[in-house]
């Protein structure tokens, strides 16, 4: 069975740094494109980050671009989301995901999400 | 970048009902759509894929259609946990988006 289990998140004033981390199970790690999407209080969903299974290749949504770094260590089963320059706007449930298949394609399963929260 | 407008953003209905949520992009995205389920407090659910293509344990009242820039996801007899909200999702070219989501409700 494939499990995604998301940790990191907490509250942080704006402006801080926080890493997030998805520790993933059930499947060959290194050949699925993973991603990060997530989903501010009460609305609707927003794709932040992908990253290919090799790592070489990455995309990022405009909003977090030049401020989030994503990463995958593939002999941890792990991806991770460095968020750098937080700000209020940012305060958002992430959560990672899986590629449905090898290469571009939806994601399925999705982990249940960290809270991150960002106020002063 | 690819914008994705979904409508209703609300939709009301009874149990046994047949309903429609629609999805259009601003720019052909042949058939490279998805559908999710969200219920709340939880993780979306893949419910569709490539417009059309049933994901693995979907009951077969759910259905998509489209390609291009238009897109539909219809439930043929709505069931009490088919009560959430659902997404489009473009996954044609990068940035992906959503749609902004529809509501569905009990009437």
């Known amino acids: 069975e494939v499990q995604l289990l998301e940790s990191g998140g907490g509250s942080v004033q704006p402006g801080g740094s926080l890493r997030l981390s998805c520790a993933a199970s059930g499947f060959t790690f290194s050949s699925y494109v993973m991603s990060w999407v997530r989903q501010a209080p009460g609305k609707g969903l927003e794709w932040v980050s992908t990253?290919?299974?090799?790592?070489?290749?990455?995309y990022y949504a405009d909003s977090v671009k030049g401020r989030f770094t994503i990463s995958r260590d593939n002999s941890k089963n792990t991806l991770y989301l460095q968020m750098n320059s937080l700000k209020a706007e940012d305060t958002a449930v992430y959560h990672c995901a899986k590629g449905f298949y090898y290469g571009d394609s939806p994601f399925d399963p999705w982990g249940q999400g960290t809270l991150v929260t960002v106020s002063s | 970048d690819i914008q994705m407008t979904q409508s209703p953003s609300t939709l009301s209905a009874s149990v046994g009902d047949r309903v429609t949520i629609t999805c259009r992009a601003s720019?052909?995205?042949?058939?490279?759509l998805a559908w999710y389920q969200q219920k709340p407090g939880k993780a979306p659910n893949l419910l569709i894929y490539?417009?059309?293509t049933l994901e693995s344990g979907v009951p077969s009242r759910f259905s998509g259609s489209g390609s291009g820039t238009e897109f539909t996801l219809t439930i043929s007899s709505l069931q009490p946990d088919d009560f959430a909200t659902y997404y489009c999702?473009?996954?044609?070219?990068?940035?992906?988006?959503f749609g902004q989501g529809t509501k569905l409700e009990i009437k």
């Open positions: 999702q473009q996954y044609n070219s990068y940035p992906y988006s």
């Open positions: 720019q052909s995205i042949s058939s490279w």
């Open positions: 990253i290919s299974g090799s790592g070489v290749s990455t």
């Open positions: 490539k417009a059309s």
